[in-house]
Structures are given as C-alpha cells and as structure tokens.
C-alpha cells in the first residue's frame, strides 16, 4: 500500500487516513474470514469476484481502448481457471492461464500487449494460487490463515512502524511513503504474526524456526509485491488502481502483497506436493 497522508501545507498527517483504513480493512476481514472458514464454493466465489476485480483494475489502467471486452475476459478467465482449481486439473489451468493472457494481449493496444497479458496473468494466478491452497486435502485452512496473519501482520506493523519511527525512505522512486523502518518492522512482525497463526491450528505440528524461515520469506515476498504494484501504478502516472475501497483506493491496493504471497506459496507447494499444495507449502 501507499500511505501518503498530506496537511495543507504539504506536511505529513500521521494516521489522518486511519479511520477509513480501519473501517474498510475490518469489512474486507471478516469477509476474508468468513469465507475462509466455511470453504467450499463461498471460498471460490468470493476469490473469483477479488480476482475478476484485480483484472479489471489492471487493464483500465494500462489502456481504456477495448476495457470492457479485456475485463469479461478477465471475469471470465477467472472464473474459468477457479473451476479447473477446484477439480485440481493443474494442467488445463495453466493452459487456460496462457490463453487467457494471449487473448488480452490481441485485444490491447499495440504497446500495452505485454501489460495486458501480464495483468491476465497476475489475476488468474491469484485465483488459482488461493483455491489450489484452501482446496488441499490437509492443512488448507492453516494455509490461507498462515499467508493473511502475514500479509496483514507486516502491512499493520509497517503502517504504525513507519508513522512512528520514520527515517530513510525504501524506494522513494517507486513509494513516497515507504521507510526503512517500517518495512523491517513489518518483516519481522509479519513473520511472528504468521507462527502465532499456527500455533493456533497445532502446538506441535510445525517446528518453530524452519516456519519461522518460511514465515520471513513470505514476508519478504510480499512486499516485493507491494512495491510492484506501487512501481506499475507510477509507471502510468496513478495513485490507486479505482476507488473501490476507501482508504485503500482499489482492490489491488488492498491485494497487492496478497497476491505475491499466495503465488509464491502455491508454487512452492506445487513444486514439494502437488497432489496437496497447502502441504508441499508446509513441509518439505
């Protein structure tokens, strides 16, 4: 996210965003929650709308010529490439993935086709990365549980870390409002946040530092996808993606360290345990 808050004069306003921040993030958790719970076609429905509404963010973004026909691609490819994740036919949706990316591309404006493709690559992804994590026979629950308690760890810590202590900026050419300060503090709260998680689901199943490792990789990861985002968004002279949500401008906003986390985590579970993801995430 970018926290940039300005006075009058042009001065930083420490958590004058905070209260439409907090009411919005409160709403966007307890229906993460909720749905995460209960699993099932709620969980897949719910993630479909998210990433149909990351794809239609993006390709507005990047060019208005042909939007609409890209965004019902988007939904469609999305909700496409959730049902071969819910039979788990990790081929077809792979294959699907590509179509969907080589579609969005012809129906983009020449110098804008890559960006396209990306941006149907980077929706779908998140789809299948959430579903192929919650749907696993073990330990998909704790999956998606561990990913939230980390994301939303380290972005919450970052946020009072950096309004706190300040200091040197990260990459002010990319965020104005990231520090130093609060990207360490993030990573490390972030990280205890998601051990915390599972020592909720299972005192015993999970040996504390190698998730502690894992823990701060997906930390880690995930604020590469924060300045990502931060870094396209600058690349086409933008704040926020829309103005979906309050406080945090757009779904992609809100998703974008998400979606570099589930991504990272699906395809290494994928890589130690395909036949279970959620699991070949967790042990090795």
């Not at 330990?139 to 040197?168: K, N, Q, S, T």
């Amino acid at each position: 996210m970018t926290f940039n808050s300005v006075k009058k004069h042009g001065n930083p306003a420490p958590f004058v965003d905070l209260w439409p921040r907090l009411i919005s993030a409160i709403i966007l958790i307890i229906a993460a929650l909720v749905t995460l719970i209960q699993g099932g076609k709620l969980f897949v429905c719910f993630w479909v709308i998210a990433a149909a509404a990351v794809s239609w963010e993006w390709q507005n973004l990047i060019s208005v010529q042909r939007v609409q026909l890209r965004s019902a691609l988007g939904v469609f490819g999305c909700a496409l490439v959730a049902w071969l994740s819910w039979r788990h036919d990790l081929t077809g949706g792979f294959i699907l993935i590509f179509i969907a990316a080589v579609a969005a591309a012809c129906l983009a404006p020449q110098g804008r086709r890559l960006w396209a493709g990306g941006g149907m690559i980077y929706a779908t992804l998140l789809v299948a990365g959430v579903c192929l994590l919650r749907l696993s026979p073990q330990h998909g629950l704790e999956a998606i549980a561990f990913l939230f308690a980390i994301v939303w760890g380290a972005d919450i810590f970052a946020y009072f870390g950096g309004r706190l202590i300040g200091g040197p900026k990260l990459w002010p050419a990319v965020s104005a409002g990231k520090t130093w300060s609060g990207s360490i503090v993030g990573l490390i709260c972030g990280a205890f946040c998601g051990l915390l998680v599972l020592r909720l689901f299972n005192e015993t199943a999970y040996d504390v530092f190698p998730t502690l490792l894992l823990a701060l990789s997906v930390a880690v990861i995930s604020q590469f996808g924060d300045l990502f985002e931060s870094a396209v968004k600058r690349t086409f002279g933008v704040k926020d993606s829309s103005q979906l949500i309050p406080g945090h401008g757009g779904v992609m906003d809100r998703l974008d360290a998400f979606i570099f986390a589930v991504i990272y985590a699906s395809l290494l579970g994928l890589i130690h345990s395909p036949g279970s993801v959620a699991d070949g995430f967790f042990f090795w």
